[in-house]
């Protein structure tokens, strides 16, 4: 299941972003790719361990943890630190179809996680640039992301995916990766959409109707038995 989340950064946040990003020194994107994806891969990354990265990263981590849609749609258990990147017309810089590593450590933290959801959070406005198209695999074909800047995208990080060339202006966005809290994409997708159902029926009825309050414990209660923390 794809889930696009709009407005996690706001323009005046994804503008300080830019700027920040555009005083950096960008180092050759393969640094972070598995052996497969790194053949494939044509783009540039800031530094993962650097300060920049760190920094910016904490701001989107903080922006994810203040969007109830995210919450509801990963049920994250840990967030790796976020990875940002460009991708410019000039260079031919492209992302070859690939499927991320099922595993990823972090170098600074420790951290290691299971990527259960891949996440690219869009920091160029689709009119910078022609191309740089997600395209991201599933059961039901292929679908191409081009979002606004500051909305996000979460998609199974089992999916093939590619970055089309960008064959005009540049590209910047962060990715990174999660552990969700229930393996299950199946079943992540059924909990996040009766939780959608519930907030819609909270809008119609008020939190206090009865039905809805019973809705909500059933919806924590289905958490309790599928969730691992
Ligand atoms: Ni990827």
Redesign the pocket.
């Known amino acids: 299941m794809l889930i696009c989340v709009p407005d996690v950064l706001s323009k005046a946040d994804v503008a300080d972003f830019r700027r920040v990003m555009d005083a950096c020194d960008w180092e050759d994107g393969r640094s972070t790719a598995g052996a497969q994806?790194a053949l494939v891969k044509k783009n540039q990354q800031l530094p993962p361990d650097g300060e920049v990265s760190r920094q910016l990263g904490n701001r989107v981590v903080s922006a994810l943890t203040a969007s109830p849609r995210f919450i509801s749609a990963a049920i994250p258990l840990q967030i790796f630190p976020p990875l940002f990147n460009r991708y410019a017309a000039a260079d031919g810089h492209h992302?070859g179809l690939?499927?991320?590593n099922a595993v990823r450590g972090d170098r600074l933290t420790g951290l290691r996680i299971r990527t259960d959801l891949?996440v690219t959070l869009f920091l160029s406005e689709p009119d910078e640039y022609d191309g740089g198209e997600l395209m991201i695999e599933d059961n039901f074909g292929s679908h191409e992301i081009k979002l606004p800047a500051g909305d996000l995208v979460l998609y199974p990080?089992s999916s093939l995916?590619?970055?089309t060339p960008v064959t005009r202006g540049l590209r910047v966005a962060s990715?990174f990766w999660l552990q969700s809290m229930v393996r299950d994409a199946h079943v992540r997708s059924l909990i996040f959409d009766l939780d959608t159902a519930i907030q819609a029926l909270v809008e119609r009825l008020g939190r206090d109707d009865p039905e809805t309050v019973k809705l909500t414990g059933i919806y924590h209660n289905l958490i309790r038995i599928w969730a691992d923390v």
Do not use: E
């Open positions: 994806s992302f690939h499927v991320d891949s990080a995916h590619l970055v990715f």
